[in-house]
C-alpha cells in the first residue's frame, strides 16, 4: 500500500447525506476481476447520462474538481453494502482523503485497508471545509496526517482525531498484508516446526 | 492440562503468532480458490509485486460460472463469466498453483474436489474465498470461508489474522429412521437454531448419528453450518474419516501415512471440556424435512401445513408474511399439496456419489411427470464418471432427466442455469434466498431422495411412501 504522507490537492464538495456504496460504485460493476479500473465507474449513476455522456452538473465532472484528491461530504458516508469496490473505486480516481460528519462502519474501515483516510470531525468544522472546496481549484486544502491537521486555502487550522494504530499503518503503507509481514519471522519459524511435526501437510 | 475441545485442539496447533490483545495470526494448511472471489486477491499480489507464500498449499478450480451443458468444450458464450474463468486459468499458471481446469475430469465444486482429491486432511485448516468452505469440517479441519481481502492475505502470508470463536456442541443421540438423510439432520439443526443460532461458534456435531454417517453425509451436514451462522461444523475424525482419506491422491503415504493418523486420532474432544452451547436433537426424532420460505431456517417436516405468518414472533411475522407471498403459498397448505415445475439435484451440499445413488433408488425403471424440468449435476468429473460406471447415468437419463457436466449450476444461477420468474423448484442446494436460483425463482431445499420422489410425482413427496 502507498504511504499516505502529506496531501494538498483540490477538495471536492459533495454536501449530500447517506451516500451508499451503490451510489459510490453500483452493483453491475461488481462482476469485474479487477481491483482497479473502477474509478471511471465511481459516483456512475450520478456522474453520467444513460448514454454515457456526462452530467455537467456533478462536482467531479467540473474542470475544477476532476482532479480532487479530497472528498468532503455530508453525514453518513459509506453506508450501504460492505462491498470493497466502494473504497477502490475511489483511490482509483485519485480520492486519498474523505472528510465528513460521520461514515457507515464497514466502509470506513475498509478505507483504511485501500490507503484512503476517512476523517470525522464536527459539522461547523465540516461547514467550515465544504466552504472552502467550493471555491474551486484555487482551494487547495492540506491534510498532515502525522500532525492530524487540515489547513484550509486561508490558512485556517482544523485538528482532527485518528486511531494511533491506524495511523502508524497509514503512515507507514502497512496494509493487514503488510502487518503480516513483518512477523514473517513467526510464521516461518512455525512453518519448520510444522515441517517436523507434521511434514504431509 | 484443562480438557480441550476437538475445536481448541486444531486452533492451537495453528496459531504461528498471537499478539497482546488475542489476535491471532492463524496459519493456513489449505487455501482452496475460484474464479469469483480471487481475482482482485490475485491481481493485489501482482500489482505489489507479491508471490503466493506456499503456491504447494494453494488448489484452485472453476466452479460457479461453468457451464454444464455437453457442449461446453466450445466456450463460455457470457463475457462475464469467461473472462473471470480465463482470469483464473491465468492466475494459476503465473503463481503457480495446483490447477484443474474446466477441460480436467477432475474439475468440479471447490468443495467437492478438495476431499476427493484427498487436500482437505483431519486437523488441518482449511479456507476458501467461499462460505460453504464448512464442508471440510466432515474431515475434523477448521474450514471456513473468507472475503476477498483475506484471500489476498492468505495468498500472500499462508496466514489468516483471527479471534478465537466460542464452542458450540451440537449432538445427535440415536439413530436416524429410514428415508432420513444427513440433508434433514442439517436443515432440522437449523429449523431448531435458526439462521443466527450459531454466530460467533464454531460447531462440534457429535453423537451416534452423526457417528453412524459416511463421510460423503457428514459433508453435507457440515456443509450447512454457515447457514446455521456458524463460523465452521466441525466433526471428529474417526476410521471412517482414515478410511475415506487413504489412498486419495494428496493423502499422505507409506511413514507419513503412520504419522498423520497417529495425530490424527489425537483429534477428539476431551472429557469434560466446556462447550459454550449445546443443542440436543434425537436422530429417532428427525423427519424427512422441506423449506417452505425464503431462508434455511424456514423448515418444516414433509407432513406439515404452511404456516400462518401470526404463528411467529417479532420481525418473524413480517418475514413470513413476505416469504409465503414470494413463495406463492398460502398459509395452511399442505406441503405435499405443493407442485413443482423443476427438480435440481446437484451442488456441494448433495452432488456426490451417495447423494447420486440414493436418486437412482427412488426413480429406478420410472419416469419423471410429463412437462417436469429435471436435472442432476454431479458435484466433480469424477462422480460424473462413476455414476455412468456404476449405470446411474443411464437410470437418469431413461427416467428423463438431464444428466450435466460437473459444477455448481443452479445453485446460485451464475451460469445459464437458472428459474425463470415464478417457476418452483425442489433443490438439492443450500440457500432458498429470494432469487437465488434466479430472478423471482422459488426454491425448495430438500433430500436427494425428495428432490427425486418430487420429480416422479410433481409435487412435494413425503419420500417414506415411495419406499
Ligand atoms: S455449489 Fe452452490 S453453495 Fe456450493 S460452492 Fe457452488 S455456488 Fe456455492
Redesign the pocket.
Given at each position: 500500500m502507498e504511504k499516505f504522507e502529506k496531501l494538498t490537492g483540490v477538495a471536492a464538495p459533495m454536501p449530500l447525506v447517506n451516500i451508499d456504496t451503490d451510489m459510490i460504485i453500483p452493483k453491475v460493476f461488481l462482476k469485474s476481476i479487477q481491483r482497479t479500473g473502477f474509478g471511471k465507474n465511481l459516483f456512475d449513476e450520478m456522474r453520467y447520462n444513460r448514454d454515457g455522456t456526462e452530467i455537467p452538473d456533478f462536482v467531479l465532472n467540473k474542470p475544477q474538481y476532476r482532479s480532487a484528491q479530497i472528498l468532503v461530504a455530508g453525514d453518513n458516508f459509506g453506508c450501504g453494502s460492505s462491498r470493497e469496490h466502494a473504497p477502490w473505486a475511489i483511490a482509483d480516481f485519485g480520492i486519498k482523503c474523505v472528510v465528513s460528519t460521520s461514515f457507515a462502519d464497514i466502509f470506513f474501515n475498509n478505507c483504511f485497508k485501500n490507503g484512503i483516510l476517512p476523517i470525522v470531525l464536527p459539522q461547523e468544522q465540516v461547514d467550515l471545509l465544504m466552504k472552502d472546496a467550493e471555491k474551486g481549484e484555487n482551494a487547495r486544502m492540506t491534510v498532515d496526517l502525522e500532525a492530524q491537521e487540515i489547513t484550509t486555502s486561508d490558512g485556517d487550522v482544523v485538528k482532527f482525531d485518528v486511531d494511533a494504530f491506524k495511523k502508524h499503518c497509514l503512515l507507514e503503507g502497512l496494509d493487514d498484508i503488510g502487518q503480516t509481514l513483518q512477523k514473517e519471522a513467526a510464521i516461518e519459524t512455525y512453518e519448520t516446526k510444522m515441517a517436523q511435526e507434521r511434514p504431509w501437510v | 492440562m484443562s480438557p480441550k475441545t476437538l475445536y481448541d485442539k486444531i486452533w492451537d496447533a495453528h496459531v504461528a503468532h498471537e499478539a497482546e490483545d488475542g489476535t491471532c495470526l492463524l496459519y493456513i494448511d489449505r487455501h482452496l480458490v475460484?474464479e469469483v472471489t480471487s481475482p482482485q486477491a490475485f491481481e493485489g499480489l501482482r500489482m505489489s509485486g507479491r508471490k503466493v507464500h506456499a503456491p504447494d498449499k494453494t488448489i484452485a478450480v472453476p466452479?460457479?460460472n461453468v457451464p454444464t451443458t455437453l457442449d461446453r468444450a466450445k466456450g463460455i458464450e457470457n463475457a462475464e463469466s469467461r473472462i473471470q474463468v480465463e482470469a483464473l486459468d491465468k492466475n494459476a499458471k503465473e503463481f503457480g498453483v495446483h490447477y484443474y481446469p474446466v477441460s480436467d475430469v477432475r474439475q468440479g465444486?471447490?468443495?467437492i474436489v478438495g476431499p476427493e482429491q484427498g487436500w482437505t486432511l483431519p486437523g488441518m485448516t482449511v479456507v476458501c474465498g467461499?462460505?460453504?468452505t464448512a464442508?471440510h469440517g466432515a474431515f475434523g479441519a477448521l474450514a471456513h470461508g473468507i472475503g476477498t481481502s483475506e484471500v489476498e492475505h492468505v495468498l500472500a502470508t499462508q496466514t489468516l489474522i483471527q479471534k478465537k470463536s466460542k464452542n458450540m456442541k451440537v449432538e445427535i443421540p440415536g439413530k436416524l429412521t429410514p428415508g432420513v438423510p444427513a440433508k434433514d439432520i442439517t436443515l432440522a439443526v437449523i429449523g431448531e437454531t435458526g439462521t443466527a443460532g450459531g454466530t460467533g461458534y464454531v460447531i462440534e456435531y457429535c453423537g451416534e448419528a452423526i457417528r453412524d454417517l459416511s463421510m460423503e453425509g457428514r459433508m453435507t451436514v457440515c456443509?450447512m453450518a454457515i447457514e446455521g451462522g456458524a463460523r465452521a461444523g466441525l466433526i471428529a475424525p474417526d476410521e471412517t474419516t482414515f478410511a475415506y482419506v487413504k489412498g486419495r491422491p494428496h493423502a499422505p503415504k507409506g511413514a507419513q501415512w503412520e504419522a498423520a493418523l497417529t495425530w490424527w486420532k489425537t483429534l477428539y474432544t476431551d472429557e469434560g471440556a466446556h462447550f459454550d452451547k449445546v443443542v440436543t436433537l434425537r436422530g429417532e426424532d428427525i423427519q424427512p424435512v422441506v423449506t417452505w420460505g425464503t431462508s434455511p431456517e424456514d423448515v418444516l417436516p414433509i407432513t406439515g401445513t404452511v404456516p400462518f405468518p401470526e404463528d411467529f414472533k417479532g420481525g418473524k411475522v413480517e418475514a413470513a408474511k413476505r416469504s409465503i407471498e414470494y413463495m406463492g403459498l398460502t398459509p395452511g397448505q399442505k406441503l405435499t399439496d405443493i407442485e413443482i415445475d423443476t427438480v435440481f439435484i446437484?451442488?456441494?451440499?448433495n452432488?456426490r456419489i451417495e447423494d447420486l445413488r440414493a436418486v437412482a433408488d427412488v426413480v429406478k425403471g420410472k419416469k419423471i411427470k410429463d412437462g417436469m424440468r429435471a436435472m442432476i449435476v454431479p458435484?466433480s468429473g469424477l462422480v460424473r464418471a462413476q455414476a455412468e460406471e456404476e449405470g446411474l447415468a443411464e437410470i437418469f437419463k431413461e427416467a428423463g432427466f438431464e444428466w450435466r457436466l460437473a459444477?455448481?449450476?443452479m445453485?446460485?444461477a451464475?451460469n445459464p442455469d437458472q428459474l425463470s420468474e415464478g417457476e418452483r423448484c425442489a433443490a438439492t442446494?443450500?440457500?432458498n434466498f429470494e432469487g437465488r436460483q434466479g430472478y423471482k425463482g422459488r426454491t425448495h431445499l430438500v433430500s436427494p431422495a425428495m428432490a427425486a420422489a418430487a420429480a416422479l410425482t410433481g409435487k412435494l413427496t413425503d419420500i417414506r411412501e415411495l419406499i
Open positions: - | 475460484h466452479d460457479h465444486i471447490v468443495h467461499d462460505s460453504h464442508t456443509n446437484g451442488s456441494c451440499t452432488g458435484g459444477g455448481c449450476s445453485c446460485l451464475m442446494s443450500n440457500r
